[in-house]
């Protein structure tokens, strides 16, 4: 486990009526699951487990899981790229497989699914996988379409659901707290100050949601969720938190616990990214 502020349990046993949600780049399924993602999501006794970058056809994530989990997955069109799923023990009273915008319907980045919880409310969760992006590019331009739909969809569940939680890769460092070398990358796609007045909305007041890692780790670097495989970044943790739970109100004042599940050591990663763990209280 990496190092967490003393308001976040390691190692805390998932109480009664908890609802336990991981959200993990996978970094391709297939490849997560040769380097170890079994043995890890055997031990985590997660409710909702939210991937991104499955960039696997639907049989194979199926087959990988294996029996006992009710799967939601949007394929991106293009082969070997994005993906994200949304596999839960409790079966979805609904789904919907996009952000709502057509230009997005085939990219494999937003997918939804409704949960009963607490006595009936209804809880949505996302699995969600903004671009990465790429300064003055195209890339860039499709990045900021997707988070002017995000600006969008959030109030729009804010209201509609009693409970609302949009997890995943969002790649974009909200403060200098979320980026160990963030004066080297305030020009880079993912720290850009364009990028980052999007989650001063989405976490200010003009939209509402709450960072719940954040709020429970406090304010404290990191804790990171992404590290290079290149040199000596995961070792140094000279990492990004770019992977996200975000909140409506009401539910972000149950969660009761949040880890990052950072491997002990390098070669012993399946991902670059590592599982962010959130307990929820109903």
Request: proline share 3%; aromatic share 10%; glycine share 8%.
């Amino acid at each position: 486990m990496d190092r967490v502020s003393p308001a976040v349990e390691t190692n805390a046993t998932k109480n009664d009526g908890a609802l336990r949600v991981a959200s993990v780049n996978v970094n391709g399924v297939r490849a997560a699951y040769k380097r170890g993602m079994a043995d890890w999501l055997a031990d985590r006794d997660v409710d909702v487990l939210c991937l991104q970058e499955v960039r696997a056809p639907d049989a194979i994530l199926r087959g990988l899981l294996g029996d006992g989990w009710h799967i939601l997955h949007a394929e991106a069109e293009a082969k070997g790229r994005a993906g994200v799923a949304i596999a839960s023990r409790q079966e979805p009273v609904a789904t919907r497989d996009h952000i709502g915008d057509d230009f997005f319907t085939t990219s494999g980045r937003w997918v939804e699914a409704d949960f009963a919880v607490d006595g009936g409310r209804v809880l949505t969760v996302v699995s969600a996988y903004v671009h990465s992006g790429e300064a003055d590019t195209p890339k860039q331009v499709d990045k900021y379409r997707f988070l002017d739909v995000m600006a969008t969809r959030l109030p729009a569940l804010g209201a509609e659901k009693d409970h609302a939680l949009v997890v995943g890769d969002l790649n974009v460092g909200h403060t200098t707290r979320d980026i160990k070398n963030w004066k080297g990358n305030v020009k880079r796609a993912g720290f850009l100050p364009e990028e980052r007045a999007y989650f001063d909305r989405f976490f200010g007041e003009e939209i509402g949601w709450k960072d719940v890692h954040r709020e429970l780790a406090g304010d404290v670097d990191g804790p990171y969720t992404w590290w290079s495989w290149r040199g000596q970044a995961f070792d140094n943790d000279t990492g990004w938190r770019i992977d996200y739970q975000m909140a409506t109100p009401g539910l972000a004042a149950r969660a009761t616990n949040a880890v990052v599940d950072r491997a002990a050591s390098y070669d012993a990663r399946f991902s670059d990214h590592a599982p962010l763990v959130v307990d929820y209280q109903f």
